[in-house]
């Protein structure tokens, strides 16, 4: 693999909160957390809501300081707090959820553009930025270009103005592209159309990009390789079909067989996998995360050792690792063949056999 254009090197954030009765407590949103960006590579996080995605995007962004560890870029170290210059602020582009609350209502399209290009783009005359401007709207299939270049934000769809926001992300001429769930406020009949124009994108251009969901299957669809987050942590990543035909670990799992995919040879009932809703439980707390494994709790094959030790990291020859017990006790089988009916879950006490 090239070299990574931005990494994330065991980066965590923490957050101080306090309740109702003036104590103080901490969320541990993003532990130990490492990541590479490679150019023209999509990378997907994916995770249920809490487990730190947006987070580790803010924290790539520079939105947020990390409270340990360290973000390099082009290998350097980034400075710190308002240090972070307009190089870097150019080079990571972070494309939000919500595409109405990205621009600014009062102003036209026009305004959205061209702030951007005079801030980053120097030694430009207006005319040379009107047809910058028109060249960014036509690439993201928004033309003629010229009718919406005066158009407020709410006189476009949710798909427009999305497309909107992507243009003015590319308009700094950006090494990294950062979408947190770019397509989850878009209606589904162009989901798929925003998917395929940002592979273009980062194909055409070689960017970087981060892919943010909690859809394995658009990551499926968009991404070269998928990192799984569960409760703060990174607990699988690798290339997607091996991510996706054989998970490693049981959060994987778990979410690769409640999406439904027509090309599945075996369809399993999650409920019939992972028990009823009521079993799984909610996600853990981060203010006081289990000890050991943190899905431990929702774990259908958890050991004594999963409730008090932090699993290995076992890593295959293609990069394909994850951090699960069960591979240290030689049953990873448990997990990885989604086709075969789930075993009996372990007691509390039980190893595998």
Not at 49 to 75: H, N
Not at 92 to 119: C, K
Not at 159 to 164: L, S, T, Y
Request: aromatic content about 4%.
């Amino acid at each position: 693999m090239s070299d990574a254009v931005l990494e994330a090197i065991d980066v965590s954030k923490h957050f101080t909160v306090t309740g109702a009765v003036g104590r103080s407590a901490t969320v541990r949103a993003v532990e130990g957390a490492s990541i590479r960006l490679v150019p023209g590579r999509v990378t997907a996080v994916v995770g249920e809501s809490g487990s730190g995605k947006t987070t580790l995007a803010r924290m790539l962004a520079r939105f947020y300081e990390p409270t340990s560890g360290e973000i390099l870029l082009d290998g350097r170290p980034v400075a710190t707090g308002r240090n972070v210059d307009k190089a870097y602020r150019k080079a990571v582009q972070l494309i939000f959820q919500d595409p109405f609350g990205s621009l600014n209502p009062l102003h036209r399209v026009r305004h959205n553009l061209d702030r951007a290009l005079r801030l980053h783009q120097s030694a430009t005359t207006r005319g040379e930025r009107e047809q910058q401007m028109i060249d960014l709207l036509e690439r993201v299939s928004l033309s003629p270009a010229r009718d919406f270049l005066d158009k407020f934000p709410h006189e476009l769809s949710g798909g427009q103005r999305q497309r909107v926001v992507i243009a003015r992300a590319l308009a700094v001429k950006p090494r990294v592209l950062l979408g947190d769930e770019p397509i989850s406020m878009l209606d589904v009949s162009i989901r798929l159309e925003m998917l395929n124009l940002l592979n273009r994108l980062c194909r055409e251009d070689g960017l970087a990009m981060l892919y943010i969901t909690h859809d394995i299957a658009s990551a499926r669809y968009l991404c070269d390789d998928i990192v799984v987050m569960y409760a703060g942590q990174m607990v699988e990543a690798g290339p997607k079909d091996e991510v996706i035909s054989r998970p490693q670990h049981p959060y994987t799992k778990l979410l690769v067989e409640s999406s439904p995919d027509p090309h599945r040879a075996t369809n399993l009932d999650r409920d019939e996998l992972f028990g009823t809703a009521d079993d799984l439980g909610e996600p853990p707390s981060l203010i006081e995360p289990p000890e050991g494994c943190r899905f431990h709790p929702r774990c259908p094959f958890a050991m004594e050792r999963c409730r008090t030790e932090t699993p290995p990291r076992t890593v295959q020859p293609d990069g394909h690792w994850a951090d699960c017990w069960l591979h240290e006790v030689g049953r990873s089988d448990l997990i990885a063949d989604t086709a075969m009916t789930a075993p009996t879950p372990l007691t509390s006490t039980e190893e595998p056999a």
